[in-house]
């Protein structure tokens, strides 16, 4: 069984930048589809980001041109690099991965069903304006 770590979360003024991380543990992020998602107070966890098996990358519109994700097959870690932050992009961020390997429209669809098979258990995203 795969297992998510995240990490980086913390507290930044708005228009400031973060890095988040996600370990992978018996499970590679090599060519996988993956994604990054956020669920603020009160509201229903939304997608922001994804990178599927061919290194494709798909953002919504809210983050599109400020976020950017990533991955590093050596150090078997997803990123999200967040800047020019917003106090709407505060919540608890969670990244996701699949057990298959799925490229465009597949790995696109799992990300809006959120039908993942692996999640982490979050980091805390705090802006202050």
């Known amino acids: 069984e795969g297992e998510l770590v995240e990490s980086g979360g913390g507290s930044v003024q708005a228009g400031g930048s973060l890095r988040l991380s996600c370990v992978l543990s018996?499970?590679?992020?090599?060519?996988?589809?993956m994604g990054w998602f956020r669920q603020a107070p009160g509201k229903e966890r939304e997608g922001v980001a994804l990178?599927?098996?061919?290194?494709?990358?798909n953002f919504s519109d809210s983050v599109k041109g400020r976020f950017a994700i990533s991955s590093d097959q050596a150090k078997n870690t997803l990123y999200l690099q967040i800047n020019a932050i917003k106090p709407e992009d505060a919540g608890m961020y969670y990244c996701?991965?699949?057990?298959?390997?799925?490229?465009?429209?597949?790995?696109?669809?799992?990300?809006?069903?959120?039908?993942?098979?692996?999640w982490g258990q979050g980091t805390q995203v705090t802006v202050s304006s």
């Open positions: 990178i599927d098996s061919v290194g494709s990358t």
């Open positions: 018996g499970y590679s992020v090599n060519n996988r589809c």
């Open positions: 996701a991965a699949e057990g298959r390997f799925l490229s465009g429209s597949w790995c696109y669809n799992l990300f809006i069903r959120q039908e993942y098979k692996y």
